[in-house]
């Protein structure tokens, strides 16, 4: 009994809002990682929501720094395609800067980065991952098991870019099961929302002054989504990626959180314009 009751506790104050604990020292950065042009968005509904229709989706990474750590979610398009484009079906991407380009205009390195979180393992939010080989790679568990399940590049996953976690000598990886307190302080979180991959996630981050910020990762790539619930051909599982739609709405409900669907233009401006940060 009296076990549980001290698990009980520990468990309270892990959740407990951040006024109520020490105040982390917590600065926030979006980054562009590159433009996905649709010719046709038929893909993104599984119910023909949206055949026919064009849209632009922005590609957006997050930089998070708690104190001297920082943690980048999300690596966006290859570096590869620096300045040029790619059409392959109805999608045509594109980059006009690297992620190693705009943190060295906040006088940050590759090395300065404690850990390197893919919120799944699509090329678009892979891309650049390499540029940080010495990160502790932060993955879903069941998309971890695909990667390193998957020999050969295919349209869905790429081996690749997670070629330092993945080699003989291979940096460190933490592969997660359950939801993730990034820092250990309840300041950057790591939500599970499968369905989207079988190890989907998403983030919330705790901002001292802007309040909660969550990270849909590719829970959602637009609004439309969110009110018509249009679940993506391309979607691992379409049960899991509801029930994750309904836990990430009540998260944010409950917490008055901003919402910000990382692939939606019309949330650009939801965080300061870089080089400007959220804190």
């Known amino acids: ?3 549980r009751f001290l698990a009980a506790i520990f468990a309270a104050a892990l959740s407990a809002p951040l006024a109520a604990q020490d105040t982390p020292d917590l600065e926030m950065w979006r980054l562009d990682c590159g433009t996905i042009d649709l010719s046709d968005s038929e893909s993104f509904s599984d119910a023909h929501l949206y055949d026919g229709q064009p849209r632009t989706l922005t590609v957006s990474c997050y930089l998070i720094r708690n104190g001297g750590r920082y943690i980048l979610w999300d690596t966006g398009l290859s570096s590869q395609l620096l300045g040029t484009s790619f059409t392959s079906g109805a999608f045509t991407v594109s980059l006009e800067r690297t992620i190693t380009d705009q943190l060295a205009q906040l006088g940050i390195s590759p090395a300065d980065v404690t850990y ?3 919120s799944h393992y699509h090329f678009d939010h892979t891309g650049q991952l390499a540029d940080f080989p010495e990160a502790t790679l932060l993955i ?3 998309d971890w098991e695909v990667v390193k399940a998957t020999p050969e590049p295919n349209p869905l996953v790429d081996p690749r870019p997670f070629a330092p976690w993945l080699s003989e000598e291979a940096a460190p990886v933490t592969a997660i099961g359950q939801d993730h307190d990034v820092f250990g302080d309840g300041s950057v979180l790591i939500k599970a929302m499968p369905g989207h991959t079988p190890g989907h ?3 919330l981050v705790r901002l001292p002054e802007k309040g909660d910020v969550l990270l849909t990762g590719d ?3 637009f609004e439309e989504q969110v009110t018509n619930r249009g679940v993506p ?3 691992t599982n379409r049960a899991d990626t509801l029930a994750s739609m309904e836990r990430f709405n009540a998260i944010a409900k409950s917490l008055d959180a901003t919402v910000i669907i990382q692939h939606d233009a019309r949330h650009l401006d939801r965080l300061p314009a870089f080089p400007e940060s959220a804190k």
């Open 1 to 3: 009994m009296m076990k």
């Open 116 to 118: 390197a979180a893919a």
């Open 140 to 142: 879903g568990a069941a």
């Open 201 to 203: 996630t998403s983030l």
């Open 219 to 221: 829970l959602y790539h």
């Open 233 to 235: 051909q391309f979607n």
